[in-house]
């Protein structure tokens, strides 16, 4: 009782699954996907190997052979809901005769939406028709998809969880993982709202390359750091300039604001957005 979406973005390699239900913790159960070889959403009643199982045919196969060969082996396949995309933009959808009503899919470009105990077809029409007209990151698209889908009725028996998973090759933390979304709202009556609140909250934490302007870390902005850190407890030292104790007083700090993918001090700049972050933050009464 769940509905879905799963896509590609051929020109950035990102692949990820939007998904909402009326059940605690779907982000568990349905959404699939892996860099380099596609997505997969499992749903209705769900046949959790088809996850795993489709992740590892993509390697080989286009969305429509690996749905095939799933639901050639799985005698439950009228219960079953699946959507699938390849990372070439191949997308495949399954809706067996015995979901729960309203149950359907459709196919778009580089998108799969299904969902069953909906209020009507419009959701799913919502979702493809706002995913095809959205543009930005992979992820963006998603939770705009996810989130018209909601709006034009979602699972007709309430709200309760939501979540994004999107991925892509060396475009995780730090250069060193494929993961560049995985969000869940496991049991919320506001689980869209929650979801928006998190995104929000992992795009100042974890940015998409160009998205604010780099500042060299000089002059006043170096003076403003180096406030922030002594500020917040950490030895800035007596020397001007880059001593190491102010290097080592910064690296501290921003390590523990958690904002180290937004300041490079290697080349000694931070981008705009952490900055106006940490100034706003400072700016904050502190709570007695």
């Known amino acids: 009782m769940t509905f879905s979406i799963v896509a590609v973005d051929p020109a950035t390699g990102d692949v990820g699954v939007a998904v909402a239900s009326k059940f605690l913790a779907v982000g568990n159960i349905v959404p699939w996907a892996q860099a380099g070889r596609g997505a997969v959403a499992t749903q209705a009643l769900c046949n959790a190997t088809f996850g795993p199982d489709g992740l590892a045919l993509l390697a080989d196969l286009p969305a429509a052979t690996v749905l095939e060969e799933l639901l050639s082996n799985d005698r439950g396949r009228e219960r079953r809901q699946v959507g699938i995309v390849d990372s070439y933009g191949g997308a495949a959808s399954h809706t067996g005769a015995g979901c729960q009503p309203w149950a359907g899919h459709r196919t778009g470009a580089g998108c799969a939406c299904q969902g069953n105990c909906l209020t009507g077809p419009e959701v799913i029409n919502e979702m493809v028709t706002t995913f095809e007209g959205s543009d930005g990151p992979l992820a963006d698209r998603l939770f705009a998809a996810l989130l018209a889908g909601d709006r ?137």
């Open 152 to 288: 034009a009725g979602g699972d007709r028996r309430g709200r309760q969880s939501a979540a994004i998973k999107v991925f892509r090759k060396g475009a995780g933390y730090q250069g060193l993982g494929d993961t560049v979304m995985d969000l869940r709202v496991d049991d919320d009556p506001q689980p869209m709202v929650e979801l928006a609140r998190l995104i929000g909250i992992h795009k100042l934490f974890f940015p998409t390359p160009g998205d604010s302007e780099r500042l060299q870390i000089e002059g006043a902005v170096l003076a403003e750091l180096r406030t922030f850190a002594r500020e917040s407890g950490h030895p800035v030292g007596d020397a001007g300039g880059w001593a190491p104790d102010l290097r080592a007083a910064i690296d501290a700090f921003i390590g523990t604001e958690n904002l180290e993918e937004r300041v490079d001090l290697d080349a000694r700049t931070i981008d705009a957005i952490a900055l106006d972050y940490l100034r706003a933050k400072q700016a904050r009464p502190a709570k007695s």
